[in-house]
């Protein structure tokens, strides 16, 4: 065995001693989407989920037209009839202002998004990962890295059998390369030294259901300004109609703003939908379920991507968009990126090429998103400033030509060659704003 846990000149062959080719912790977007993909192209793939399905995630719900061209590519049906649920683009409010601006037509990106709740979602994507020949445990906790036998790369990982409730007793499964796609704490990357970056943006969001008659909003509505009575809450909020008779209704707070970390998010909540017409029903009585919350790692905020035999995917590697706090397409595309690295590195056929392939994950990822993330960051430190969001607003706003260049912005959704005049000029601003 050599020092990176390849069989001495070769990593063509999978060692006796492995469990599977490789293994992915996590099975949310991003962990079944590098599954699905991994498996596609033959190799043998385990994942270990700690939860069973179906199970709740905290989430506003809500798909782009990104994480749809990303489902499609998965062969899953989005049929209005399964629950899926379309809509046209976003609704945005603020500044005394209301502007519906639809997903833009593109070759590239499918003109419509979805809502859909991560309680049927996330058990959809990982079932068609299964379908495509991946292994799902299910139950299953990772609790840390098999290092080898010089402890410094990752051959595997212990966990326990969570499903049965007595805690289970610690096995270890080994693969030639480990996916962390555990989510925003990723307690694997934490355990192989891998922390959170304090220099990029994190957000903070809540959410809740309630039965409401605007369930079947075919918008995804944005809220750019809070207010109770009139008075500036902090913070974005959404209305997501999930068209089964209830809204996904949330709101977020990024560390750039000033009342970051010291402010009640339910009490915010329920100041801001007070002030909301009564015949919308966001009222106590028809809140199903309580309001939870969780964090949003963004702009990668967890690096590097590769390291040891380890890749990080998704939230895991921080990888939500800082413009608009989506983070369901860039797990699962992160997942694919992913996939593919692997597949090529595995078919090397010495330990020093593929290394080589492992290590062009993280500059892919800075292909993919580099350049964006870096004028997201600028973009999340502006807007915690107050007045910049009432500038914006009312300034911005009433001006639907630059709305639709924001829309793109925010979106991250241009063709990658051509397109019109606002896509150019994301992609030149994306190209030339160095990655970091
Ligand atoms: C309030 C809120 C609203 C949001 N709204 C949106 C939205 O509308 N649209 C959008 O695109 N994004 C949204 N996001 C972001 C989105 O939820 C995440 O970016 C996305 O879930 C990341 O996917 P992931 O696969 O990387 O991680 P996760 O979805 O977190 O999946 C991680 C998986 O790993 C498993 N796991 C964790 N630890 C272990 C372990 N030790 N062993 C085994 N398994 C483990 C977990 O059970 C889980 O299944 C929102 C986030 C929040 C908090």
């Known amino acids: ?52 399905f179906p199970r709740e995630k905290v989430c506003g719900d809500g798909l782009t037209p990104r994480a749809v061209k990303q489902l499609v590519g998965m062969g899953i049906a989005l049929e209005p009839a399964d629950g899926w649920f379309p809509n046209k683009g976003i609704r945005i409010i603020g500044g005394g202002v209301r502007i519906e601006l639809d997903w833009p037509d593109l070759s590239s990106y499918p003109g419509f998004g979805l809502v859909r709740t991560r309680r049927g979602f996330d058990e959809i994507v990982a079932r068609a990962a299964q379908r495509a020949g991946a292994r799902l ?122 009342s970051f970390g010291h402010i009640d998010y339910r009490e915010m909540l329920r100041r801001w939908l007070a002030s909301m017409p009564a015949e919308w029903g966001f009222a106590e009585e028809n809140r199903l379920g309580p309001v939870r919350g969780a964090a949003l790692p963004m702009g990668f905020n967890r690096t590097p991507h590769y390291t040891r035999g380890l890749l990080l995917v998704g939230d895991a590697g921080g990888m939500v968009n800082p413009f608009n706090g989506e983070g369901i397409s860039c797990a699962m595309e992160s997942g694919e990126i992913a996939a593919q690295v692997i597949i090529q590195a595995l078919a090397r056929p010495d330990r020093a090429s593929a290394e080589l392939a492992l290590r062009g994950y993280p500059q892919a990822l800075k292909d993919a998103y580099g350049g964006y993330y870096t004028l997201g960051r600028k973009f999340v430190g502006a807007i915690g400033h107050p007045w910049f969001m009432q500038f914006a607003t009312r300034h911005g706003l009433p001006r639907p030509a630059l709305m639709r260049f924001t829309m793109k912005l925010l979106a991250n959704l241009t063709e990658p060659r051509g397109g019109d005049a606002a896509d150019r000029v994301i992609n030149a601003l994306s190209r030339i704003t160095p990655a970091a």
């Open 137 to 258: 445990a299910e139950g299953v906790t990772v609790t840390g890295p098999v290092l080898d036998d010089s402890a410094q790369r990752i051959v595997g990982v212990t966990a326990r059998d969570t499903a049965t409730g007595d805690g289970g007793a610690e096995r270890s499964y080994r693969a030639r390369l480990v996916v962390a796609a555990d989510g925003n704490s990723s307690r694997l990357s934490l355990a192989m030294g891998l922390r959170k970056r304090d220099d990029r943006p994190l957000g903070v969001a809540i959410r809740t259901y309630y039965t409401s008659p605007r369930h079947d909003d075919d918008y995804l509505e944005t809220w750019l300004e809070l207010r109770d009575s009139g008075a500036l809450l902090p913070g974005y909020g959404w209305i997501f109609g999930v068209g089964d008779g209830t809204s996904n209704v949330g709101l977020g707070l990024l560390n750039t703003s000033a």
């Open 1 to 52: 065995m050599t020092q990176h846990g390849f069989p001495a000149g070769q990593s063509r062959a999978r060692r006796a001693s492995d469990d599977a080719d490789v293994i992915v912790v996590g099975a949310g977007p991003g962990g079944s989407s590098a599954a699905y993909h991994l498996a596609r192209a033959g190799l043998d793939v385990l994942v270990l989920e700690k939860s069973t």
